[in-house]
T-cell receptor, first 119, second 109 residues
Framework: GAVVSQHPSWVICKSGTSVKIECRSLDFQATTMFWYRQFPKQSLMLMATSNEGSKATYEQGVEKDKFLINHASLTLSTLTVTSAHPEDSSFYIC???????????????FGEGSRLTVL | GQNIDQPTEMTATEGAIVQINCTYQTSGFNGLFWYQQHAGEAPTFLSYNVLDGLEEKGRFSSFLSRSKGYSYLLLKELQMKDSASYLCAVMDSNYQLIWGAGTKLIIKP
């Protein structure tokens, strides 16, 4: 199956700093990638849809100036948490659909996730 | 509104069979997914149903009834490693995934 790589897996930062998380599709092209956040014992919450070459689409309640998304190529999307605060501590997961062949099965391939702890 | 319902937690015994139900109400339907998620890890794909009926894949099977807005995931010959959360997700008419809150499955020896 298709592989999505996410980096870093773990990050600890001080309050007020910015953190960048990368999401790469290793063996397929992904015009669209999705960024999720998951708090302990809760389900995935879609934060935004990242579109290659255009602006991301943010879900209601997600601050676009705080969670900066860049999708500069067909295989890379980045999420930057700016001026992070303790309440931003969470598990961030990216996913993508294999759209290389033009036939999209709808199956989501997930990255390994990035656990952010803001002190 | 759009809604996915599944039990919060279930307990089963190693070697037994367990059925995890999922009911949904969404604007349109383009398929239902089941994902497995171990604690601290990202979800992994288990199954995809878009037509009514049962799809079998090894120890896991998934069933769909579109008229009833209902699906279940059946796990047979349970193993301790099956202890995880199982997420039901429906793709709506806009091809957006609507996620259930997940069912935490606890396997006891």
């Amino acid at each position: 199956g298709a592989v999505v790589s996410q980096h870093p897996s773990w990050v600890i930062c001080k309050s007020g700093t910015s953190v960048k998380i990368e999401c790469r599709s290793l063996d397929f092209q992904a015009t669209t990638m999705f960024w999720y956040r998951q708090f302990p014992k809760q389900s995935l919450m879609l934060m935004a849809t990242s579109n290659e070459g255009s602006k991301a689409t943010y879900e209601q309640g997600v601050e676009k100036d705080k969670f900066l998304i860049n999708h500069a190529s067909l295989t890379l999307s980045t999420l930057t948490v700016t001026s992070a605060h303790p309440e931003d501590s969470s598990f961030y997961i990216c996913s993508a659909r294999d759209q290389t062949s033009g036939f999209d099965t709808g199956e989501l391939f997930f990255g390994e996730g990035s656990r952010l702890t803001v002190l | 509104g759009q809604n996915i319902d599944q039990p919060t937690e279930m307990t089963a015994t190693e070697g037994a069979i367990v059925q995890i139900n999922c009911t949904y109400q969404t604007s349109g339907f383009n398929g239902l997914f089941w994902y497995q998620q171990h604690a601290g890890e990202a979800p992994t794909f288990l199954s995809y149903n878009v037509l009514d009926g049962l799809e079998e894949k090894g120890r896991f099977s998934s069933f769909l009834s579109r008229s009833k807005g209902y699906s279940y995931l059946l796990l047979k010959e349970l193993q301790m490693k099956d202890s995880a959360s199982y997420l039901c997700a429906v793709m709506d008419s806009n091809y957006q995934l609507i996620w259930g809150a997940g069912t935490k499955l606890i396997i006891k020896p």
